[in-house]
């Protein structure tokens, strides 16, 4: 396939290039958790797409701005990217063998806070773009970008925004923000996420804390009444006991627990990963457990807080308390469906005077595992990667997938430069340069295959 | 009486010294919590002791000095004071009018850091002795003074120290450190403090935190442990559910609710003063209220900690989680009942996971409210005060009385210079001057009184 080879001859020729162009992506701090050069960034990648010929523009929002790009091809197809220019934050700084925000070549990585998530995934699309456009002077497809500046901030404006544009991020598929490798190497086609219900619950006992010598005994503690209120929502059990939490649950078909059977055992590796003894509900390991890894509701305390904290002891009866609640939610649980329950429980367990905030949510997505698409993101990769992508019928996090599949009705399938070790939200973020080509010379495949595809 | 006349004349028309020598005092920062100041301000209270004819040691501890005094008297009988001339940290400092160890005068009032608590009541009772000595050259009784300097840390030294110095401080009876009156001006005899156990609850499920959507579905999470263990502990119904636990309690007799009885009523106060709307376990007021308070054991949670507590969301799953947690003990519950009995409970539970951290905590003790001693205190206030000094059998609060009670085996009474807007441990800690003076007056009256005895 002579074009393929004088793309994939490009790419070998022009790494250079593009990895000094992601040098000057990642080189300008773009934060969105603290407001920090999120125009200047957005901007910057407006002149990338604009070079390549695409017509741009930086959309305002609420928040950080939307960069919206496209550019015709040669099919009536057309294929839309969703990316992000916002990076975490890079604390804690002393954790770095190079400032993050100077990228630096080391042992076949470049290291950089945003390099692999996302920034090397925006350059690397580019690049292949380059070779595309190289090679046939054309696209092979119509191709849309959208890249958001919040997405480390839980999106919380790109709902509103893909609500309000329907027409124009119009598009026959999506191709996600990330994807990459496994720990072998091989590469994954991440088909769903679970959705999220992230909340706080507080309660506030008295105006002022108390001397714990004068009220223990006669007046209410807002940490007893939270500690009891939280145990009305989970037991030892793992159990939800949210009326009807589980109502709205569909379990794994026979495909998805086929496609789990496929996937390589994990346990040992959980285990000395994160130092933990053993896991929930009796689990061992096998398909089982990467079952309910994914396909099971969880009720996850992220955070609790009332009181003293400090070393030894304070006799102090704290007046507030409060608990971050994570609730994954598996189709076709939504965040509205969860509040909703939360509120009627803890009524019902006599917990009126716990206070609910919601702090952002989305219902769980899911692209068909065989789905056309997917299966020409899948087999255009093995050629690249020298094995087949293994499809997994979703993953445990959470991301703004629902929005493109149900609001946009994409098919969405995952094609990226990252691998385990790539530290995305932690010290020392990195791109290892050969899965870099790799990711571009997959996505080059999957853009010449898709407008080839009439 | 001649002689008592003499005395408040003395009293009176020297305040101003005496009020320039607690302004000395106060000027020596004495934070036990961050052991500043400390062997400078035993230094000063030994010079202070020493100028009036005591034999002062200062004596070393595994912590701060203790000084200890003694001074013969006409008497057999010795009357032993129990002070410290440790402070509480001043923070927060910007809440103070004046600077916290300048003292300052102002409306009748001095401030300063510890001028009340316990600063003030060293050197009233110095003020009584300069009276005693100038109107008859000598003592009534032989007096000793044991000074500390932890008390605001917990005391965590003194049981050790008076363990091993049982001679030298035998005596007959004991005034402790701290007294005065109530919001209505009524001089209080307190009889006694409950006991504490406290103790930090911590669990540790993984080595690292992990990403709340890998984990939540099948890796254990250290802050739901903790949870389940305290809900374990103490329910809604606020009885504490560790087998055993009160067994040893001794209900109020008959004298105790007659005693408490005779004390006003504090339910409307409690509510405005702390913003509550209502009491636990049904009770709106009167003497139940009252007893309840002091004579019912309590489980207090003071502080929670674990996982994410700033701001908004972070999806994290925590791998370590505590507690703070303070048990309030009465006759004749002791710590090491507590920690037992708390040990075999969350074992017997399913927590063995759930580390017990001991911080601290002695067994109740209470003078018997009809001591001759105590009626001597009481009835050489009411002349002072011009009101009846009313006795109180027991308060919710703890200190170091055991020891006192138990192995020197005194009769404790309580005679001071504080009242209810006195500030303790807050910002603008101050001294009624008028206070000071009956304080002294009283302390004069109970040394003539006690010398006089026989």
């Known amino acids: 396939m002579t074009e393929l080879t004088k793309i994939d001859e490009y790419l070998n020729t022009h790494l250079d290039e593009s990895i000094a162009e992601l040098s000057r992506l990642c080189a300008q701090p773009s934060i969105a958790a603290q407001n920090l050069g999120l125009k200047e960034c957005a901007n910057l990648v407006s002149e990338m797409l604009t070079s390549r010929g695409f017509e741009v523009q930086v959309m305002d929002t609420n928040g950080a701005p939307v960069v919206y790009a496209e550019r015709k091809g040669i099919s009536t197809k057309t294929l839309l990217f969703y990316n992000h220019y916002d990076v975490q934050p890079p604390e804690p700084l002393e954790l770095w063998e190079s400032p993050p925000f100077e990228p630096t070549l080391r042992d076949g990585k470049l290291y950089a806070r945003g390099v692999s998530d996302d920034k090397g995934h925006i350059t690397s699309r580019l690049f292949a773009i380059d070779a595309l456009l190289e090679v046939f002077g054309d696209l092979p ?251 997994i019928p979703m993953t445990g996090g959470s991301g703004p997938n629902h929005v493109f599949i149900h609001t946009l009705n994409l098919p969405v399938a995952t094609a990226g430069v990252s691998y385990p070790g790539t530290q995305g939200h932690a010290p020392n973020e990195n791109l290892r340069l050969d899965l870099y080509l790799k990711g571009a010379r997959h996505i080059a495949r999957i853009l010449w295959a898709y407008g080839n595809q009439d």
Chains 1, 2 share one sequence.
């Open 141 to 391: 497809c119509n191709v849309k970008f959208i890249i958001e500046g919040e997405e480390e901030t839980s999106s919380i404006h790109l709902h509103d925004f893909i609500k309000e544009n329907r027409k124009l991020l119009a598009a026959d598929a999506c191709i996600w923000e990330f994807g990459g490798v496994d720990h072998r190497d091989i590469p994954i086609q991440y088909l769903g996420m679970r959705g999220i219900c992230y909340v706080e619950l507080s309660v506030t006992t008295a105006e002022i804390d108390v001397h714990s010598g004068l009220g223990g005994s006669i007046f209410p503690n807002a940490a007893w009444r939270l500690v009891w209120a939280l145990n009305t929502i989970k037991g030892p059990n793992e159990r939800i006991s949210i009326p009807g939490h589980y109502d709205t649950v569909i379990a794994p078909s026979k495909r998805d627990r086929q496609l789990m059977e496929a996937m390589p055992e994990v346990s040992d590796e959980y285990k000395s990963r994160y130092g933990i003894d053993s896991f929930l509900k009796g689990l061992t390991g096998g398909v089982e457990l990467r079952l309910a890894e994914v396909f099971e509701p969880t009720c996850t305390i992220c955070g609790l807080t009332s009181g003293y904290q400090g070393e030894g002891s304070k006799t102090v009866l704290p007046a507030r308390a409060s608990a971050k609640l994570d609730f994954r939610l598996v189709p076709n649980q939504t965040p509205e469906l969860v509040l909703a329950g939360l509120r009627k429980h803890l009524d019902n367990e006599g917990f009126q005077d716990i206070e609910i905030k919601y702090l952002g949510g989305e219902p769980a997505a899911r692209t068909d595992p065989d789905d056309p698409f997917v299966d020409l993101v899948v087999s255009t990769a093995e050629p690249v990667y020298g094995q087949p992508m293994q499809k």
